[in-house]
């Protein structure tokens, strides 16, 4: 399935942790010496991400569409000047305006494509309620993205062995702040019924799917709210794959109600200006890191 390997920063020297293996991983794990600090620097998110992603798409699509507009009267013939043809020219524009204001590369195919399936839509006569019903469905589906600033991240079969890895060996209880479909949930308790697992998620149509693909694991639950008022204390770990937006204030709610010696794991971002402890390499498609916090040492 892959290898997952560890990078430590100099300050962390755990025991027996070299070669450490990975369950339902089929190669020897590798333990890197390179700083955590430096490596992170390579292949983190930045800073610059954290703007509020729905007003960045809506500069972009309004630049888009100002820039078509200007591009079609100053070039181009009326006789070109056709409904998709002016779409198309607007999801260009609007692609270049996202790129300049360093939107995620996943939002740059949806301002190619926005105003173009608009105008195909609009020529297919689709009844109104279909309209309310796909934004229904997407509102359920991401909820408030906009003012969370936390798009559903989905964390992948390789990531999932990776974060049972790093579990205590003994029984402990696991948060998973903004569990999703509550796959990784599914994986860790089915693995691991010795545990305890608590997840949290906001939005109603995930948290509804992973209460139902739970339900029978008398291990997990699956819990609906704002996982910023719950306390952490208690939990041996704490997961969470977010965004970079909300990564300085995770930290200081982990520092101030985390019990000593407890982990927070963080999926591929981290904590500004704070080195992890540990680095989980996780050779899957996206690179995927885990970032480890506070917790005294990794299972040997």
């Not at 999801?91 to 996202?98: H, K, T």
Request: proline share 8%.
């Amino acid at each position: 399935m892959g290898t997952v390997s560890v990078a430590m920063s100099p300050a962390y020297k755990p025991r027996a942790l070299n070669r450490k293996r990975v369950p339902g991983m089929s190669k020897q794990d590798d333990v890197s010496t390179e700083p955590a600090a430096r490596r992170r620097e390579k292949r983190q998110p930045h800073s610059h991400h954290t703007r509020n992603p729905l007003l960045s798409a809506v500069l972009a699509q309004l630049l888009g569409a100002l820039a078509a507009g200007g591009l079609a009267l100053a070039f181009f013939p009326p006789s070109f000047v056709q409904p998709l043809a002016i779409a198309a020219l607007q999801g260009s524009c609007a692609l270049v305006a996202a790129w300049r204001l360093r939107a995620r590369a996943w939002w740059l195919p949806i301002h190619l494509v926005f105003m173009p399936l608009v105008v195909l839509a609009r020529g297919m006569d689709l009844p109104s309620w279909l309209w309310a019903s796909g934004f229904l469905l997407l509102l359920l589906i991401f909820w408030r993205t906009d003012t969370s600033q936390v798009p559903l991240y989905l964390t992948n079969r390789k990531s999932r062995y990776a974060v049972l890895s790093v579990l205590p060996a003994t029984p402990c209880r696991v948060i998973d702040l903004g569990c999703g479909d509550g796959a990784l949930l599914r994986h860790l308790a089915r693995s691991r019924p010795d545990c305890t697992f608590v997840g949290f998620e906001h939005a109603p149509l995930t948290w509804a799917w992973a209460r139902l693909s739970t339900h029978g694991l008398a291990n997990v639950d699956i819990r609906r709210g704002d996982f910023w008022t719950h306390p952490l204390a208690g939990y041996d770990l704490v997961y969470a794959f977010l965004s970079p937006a909300p990564m300085a204030r995770l930290w200081a709610k982990a520092r101030a109600e985390m019990s000593p010696g407890a982990r927070l794991v963080s999926n591929s971002f981290v904590v500004p200006e704070q080195a992890p402890l540990a680095v989980v390499d996780v050779d899957d498609k996206r690179r995927t890191r885990l970032n480890i916090y506070i917790g005294a040492s990794l299972p040997g």
